[in-house]
């Protein structure tokens, strides 16, 4: 579990992936990723 996880919500941002941990959403801003930490 963690940054290689691609089942994570962390594993698909590092991954750059989507999915059902990670919906694409349209108010995604710059600030989505640095929140995570």
Do not use: A, E, L
Not at 6 to 19: D, E, L, Q
Not at 26 to 31: G, L, N, P, R
């Amino acid at each position: 579990m963690g940054k290689g996880d691609k089942k994570t919500r962390r594993g698909k941002i590092v991954n750059k992936s989507f999915g059902v941990r990670r919906p694409r959403s349209k108010k995604q801003t710059k600030s989505y990723r640095t929140k995570t930490g």
